[in-house]
T-cell receptor
Framework: GESVGLHLPTLSVQEGDNSIINCAYS??????FIWYKQESGKGPQFIID?????DKRQGQRVTVLLNKTVKHLSLQIAATQPGDSAVYFC???????????FGQGTELSVKP | EAQVTQNPRYLITVTGKKLTVTCSQN?????MSWYRQDPGLGLRQIYY???????DKGDVPEGYKVSRKEKRNFPLILESPSPNQTSLYFC?????????????FGPGTRLTVL
């Protein structure tokens, strides 16, 4: 069946370093992908998105890379800060629009 | 402020006692949905609604009901809650069409069924 999964459940980085969070997806029909950040006690918050006709998209301190050949998605956070500590989810729309399929999440811990 | 609100934020109840979790959005979004979040299982969609009076089952609809009488509200109803419905629930909304399919999430409702 369809699945979106994360390679690493936890990631610990030093403040100021760059972070890379990875995600694999299995549905070739997916044409839209989103990264969400979820802080403790809060709902998921949109970070950045990318459509399948793109390979890379940059935001403020974040970059999403999409490799459709191997069905891989990554989130890069530059100069990671303590406020970046959270669980990060990737999600895909399975080509159906509206319904999102979420990965299980990666917990990012930033050490001062 | 554009937001999705849920009430209550925390609820402890007993098996079989009907409850409703409300969800409201002030962004005039057509699409709304409910998710539950469980450790190791991530976010799973319970029900969704494409517009007023239009609802459909998500991946885990058993034991839940929803209604969409107004565009801004999308309550989640548990007619006879059971302990396996203990979870963290999120309501989300997004506009139909447009460039983004981004969903905006509420703050969550932590439900415990004893």
């Amino acid at each position: 069946g369809e699945s979106v999964g994360l390679h690493l459940p936890t990631l610990s980085v030093q403040e100021g370093d760059n972070s890379i969070i990875n995600c694999a997806y299995s549905n070739s029909a997916s044409d839209y992908f989103i990264w969400y950040k979820q802080e403790s006690g809060k709902g998921p918050q949109f970070i950045i998105d990318i459509r399948s006709n793109m390979d890379k998209r940059q935001g403020q301190r974040v970059t999403v890379l999409l490799n459709k050949t191997v069905k891989h998605l990554s989130l890069q956070i530059a100069a990671t800060q303590p406020g970046d500590s959270a669980v990060y989810f990737c999600a895909e729309n399975g080509g159906r629009g509206g319904k999102l399929i979420f990965g299980q999440g990666t917990e990012l811990s930033v050490k001062p | 402020e554009a937001q999705v609100t849920q009430n209550p934020r925390y609820l402890i109840t007993v098996t079989g006692k009907k409850l409703t979790v409300t969800c409201s959005q002030n962004m005039n979004h057509e699409y709304m949905s409910w998710y539950r979040q469980d450790p190791g299982l991530g976010l799973r969609q319970i029900y969704y609604s494409m517009n007023v009076e239009v609802t459909d089952k998500g991946d885990v609809p058993e034991g839940y009901k929803v209604s969409r009488k107004e565009k801004r509200n999308f309550p989640l109803i548990l007619e006879s809650p059971s302990p396996n419905q203990t979870s963290l629930y999120f309501c989300a909304s997004r506009p139909r069409g447009g460039v983004k399919d981004t969903q905006y999430f509420g703050p969550g409702t932590r439900l415990t069924v004893l």
